[in-house]
């Protein structure tokens, strides 16, 4: 997850009234506890797919790579100094045409506009007709692919400078070397982090870069799609209950339905045993500790929340290790929240602690 945090961020939206969306949270313009690190904790923890997010993550670094490498070759071809071996007069023109690239987030093309789908069509357009052996018959493609590089590749945030020119920091082969890492580390049959996808992406992408030489970004646009389109429908609307909702997470959750289930054990039979020996009404008010204890733990289970926690502004993101609330609406929504499971507790603790301190006692 390191890796991934080097990526500059964009300013979070401290204005929001409404909750976040999973392009926001992916973007880092959230805070904690729906931001990018609780987000991947909880596809590491809960959702055991954590592949699928380190697969996309790494898809738009990939795209930033591209996005920094051409803009710094347009720039040298605007102050005069093109690098010579950098492609035709046709490639030049793409550059020229490209305008300021842009520094918005790379995210799924539904999110895009009609701009920055320009730009990046361009981009890749550009990263076609610059590739080594662009214009090679598909034979000579076939012969430079035929040994698989390994996955270990350092990946692209690795990178300093391999490029002839002082102005770079990011080469031709780097990309390269990123399109193939994504591909053999997540894509192919077999892989280190294989995931799971329909047969004609993968092989679609496959074909791509192994035959037809492809790096550009457009290679993995149909596979990030998919990938985040899968997250925003089968993980995103768990991790917004458990995080905006609530403020705990299943392993607490279950030891407090424990520590719960044992306390009402515990208030009950010492109810009975008070009732049952004649004890004072005075002695019988000791019965609010347990019951106390059970209910708070018991409120706390049903709503995934502890209501002290939230009301003090902590969220749990691994067990006992606690993290501020500063995503504004999750706060007032924990707030309120905590406000409700609270009035539950000292109503059912009240009702309780009442009911068998006022029952009449008679000694066995």
Request: net charge negative; hydrophobic share 40%; glycine share 6%.
């Amino acid at each position: 997850m390191d890796e991934h945090a080097n990526t500059p961020s964009p300013q979070p939206d401290l204005n929001r009234n409404r909750l976040p969306t999973l392009f926001e949270v992916l973007s880092r313009r959230t805070l904690p506890p729906v931001d990018l690190f609780s987000f991947y904790i909880y596809m590491r923890d809960q959702q055991r797919s954590v592949d699928y997010l380190d697969f996309w993550l790494d898809v738009a670094q990939h795209m930033s790579l591209c996005r920094h490498y051409v803009r710094e070759l347009r720039r040298s071809v605007l102050v005069g100094t093109p690098e010579p071996d950098k492609g035709s007069k046709r490639s030049s023109a793409i550059l020229e045409g490209l305008g300021d690239m842009s520094h918005h987030q790379p995210g799924p093309s539904m999110y895009a506009t009609e701009k920055e789908r320009d730009q990046d069509a361009q981009m890749s357009a550009y990263l076609r007709e610059d590739r080594p052996g662009a214009h090679d018959s598909p034979q000579s493609s076939n012969d430079r692919v035929r040994g698989r590089p390994s996955p270990n590749i350092s990946t692209p945030r690795d990178i300093t400078t391999d490029s002839n020119s002082p102005a770079h920091t990011v080469a031709r082969q780097d990309i390269r070397a990123s399109a193939e890492k994504i591909l053999y580390t997540f894509l192919l049959p077999g892989a280190e982090r294989e995931i799971t996808l329909p047969g004609s992406i993968t092989s679609d992408v496959t074909t791509a870069i192994e035959e037809f030489g492809r790096d550009d970004p457009e290679v993995f646009d149909v596979a990030k799609d998919y990938v985040f389109q899968a997250m925003e429908r089968d993980a995103f609307p768990g991790f917004l209950r458990m995080k905006a909702l609530g403020n705990l997470i299943p392993p607490t959750l279950i030891m407090r339905l424990i520590l719960g289930l044992v306390s009402m054990f515990g208030g009950f039979w010492a109810a009975f045993i008070l009732i049952f020996l004649d004890e004072s009404r005075r002695t019988k008010l000791w019965l609010i500790l347990p019951f106390t204890v059970g209910v708070y733990c018991l409120a706390s289970y049903q709503y995934s929340i502890d209501p002290v926690l939230a009301l003090v502004g902590y969220s749990e993101y691994t067990p006992f290790n606690f993290s501020r609330v500063r995503e504004p609406y999750v706060r007032k929504l924990l707030a309120e929240r905590a406000m409700v499971v609270l009035g539950v507790t000292v109503l059912i603790d009240a009702a309780l602690c009442v009911l068998f301190t006022l029952v009449p006692g008679k000694r066995l």
